[in-house]
């Protein structure tokens, strides 16, 4: 009898140590396929944000390439500015040079008339 009393007591403990095996082992497979679910999602994120990047590098190479034109306009602009100052300038000493040249022959005339 206490042979028997001490088999039970035996397998009632192996029965238990088992049962804290299985606990653990459901408990490890249930954290391992959270952590699986976690790297995926995170995988999934770090596409998007990869896709985000790109996209947004292109916007970068587009804003950059527009600027380099507004810039290039910019200096076409700016010296077609300075050709047009620098032909009324030549435009206005012409005038005073016709000016000039008009009350001289106005005099010139005045003189002969005056002879």
């Known amino acids: 009898?206490?042979?028997?009393?001490?088999?039970?007591?035996?397998?009632?403990?192996?029965?238990?140590?088992a049962d804290e095996l299985r606990a653990q082992l459901e408990a490890t497979v249930a954290r391992e396929q959270q952590l699986q679910a976690a790297h995926a999602e995170a995988q999934g994120k770090a596409a998007e944000l990869q896709q985000q990047l790109g996209a947004a590098g292109q916007e970068q190479t587009k804003a950059v390439s527009e600027l380099s034109e507004l810039r290039q306009r910019l200096e076409v602009a700016?010296?077609?500015?300075?050709?047009?100052?620098?032909?009324?300038?030549?435009?206005?000493?012409?005038?005073?040079?016709?000016?000039?040249?008009?009350?001289?022959?106005?005099e010139a005339v005045s003189k002969a008339e005056a002879q």
Not at 4 to 16: I, L, M, N
Not at 86 to 91: G, I, N, Q, R
């Open 1 to 17: 009898a206490a042979r028997s009393e001490a088999s039970s007591g035996v397998e009632a403990a192996h029965a238990k140590a």
């Open 78 to 106: 700016e010296q077609a500015r300075v050709d047009a100052q620098a032909k009324e300038v030549l435009a206005r000493e012409a005038a005073e040079t016709s000016r000039a040249k008009a009350a001289s022959l106005s």
